[in-house]
């Protein structure tokens, strides 16, 4: 997972969320925002995906709560399992934390998110959290990264192999920042804008 950055002019801070109720514009706005992607898994939201609107801590007071800073899109499944024990993970650390990248690490060797620190419990609680841990997802990213892998030796370099998934079929594209770990290449550069 990548720490998540929210633009101060984004005009999606200004769109209410709206409980129960149409959010069809904010939601387009987040897709925009995370380039497509999901906020937890990294992986390319799809047009059969169900797209949710994930409040990442569910018991702040309604102002907090459907605040822009605390709102992310998500893949339905990730938020259904993170709304039903976020009282058990306290406190969690943020996704917005400057050092957010330092405290969650990547393991190569199992291809999944760790706390660096095991004395870190805020990012011990975010990794169970949100799974980022998830065996079958660390399976998931070790075949992907084994067919990119193969894929890659066809092409000069890893920029241009990249360049091509972006441009050809993002929705193929997923697990960004275990891929610029593995890889040692800034892929989140190379992605446009949805339009």
């Not at 997972?1 to 633009?7: A, D, L, P, V």
């Not at 890893?158 to 594209?173: A, D, G, H, M, R």
Request: with cysteine; aromatic share 14%; glycine share 2%.
């Amino acid at each position: 997972m990548k720490r998540q950055i929210k633009n101060a002019n984004s005009v999606a801070k200004d769109i209410k969320y709206l409980p129960g109720g149409d959010n069809s514009v904010l939601r387009e706005m987040l897709f925009n925002e995370q380039k497509g992607f999901c906020a937890y898994t990294e992986t390319y939201l799809g047009r059969t995906d169900q797209k949710d609107i994930d409040h990442f801590n569910p018991l702040k007071d309604y102002e907090k709560r459907n605040n822009y800073l605390n709102i992310f899109l998500c893949k339905s499944q990730w938020n259904k399992e993170k709304s039903n024990k976020w009282a058990d993970f306290q406190p969690v650390l943020s996704p917005f934390n400057d050092d957010f990248e330092k405290r969650i690490s990547y393991n190569k060797e199992l291809k999944f998110f760790e706390a660096a620190d095991e004395n870190d419990h805020e990012a011990i609680f975010l990794v169970k959290l949100l799974k980022l841990d998830d065996y079958d997802l660390s399976i998931e990213r070790r075949k992907y990264i084994d067919l990119t892998l193969e894929l890659m030796s066809y092409y000069e370099s890893p920029t241009i192999y990249f360049s091509k998934v972006v441009q050809k079929n993002i929705s193929e594209l997923k697990f960004i920042r275990s891929l610029e770990e593995e890889f040692n290449i800034n892929i989140w550069d190379l992605i446009p804008q949805p339009k």
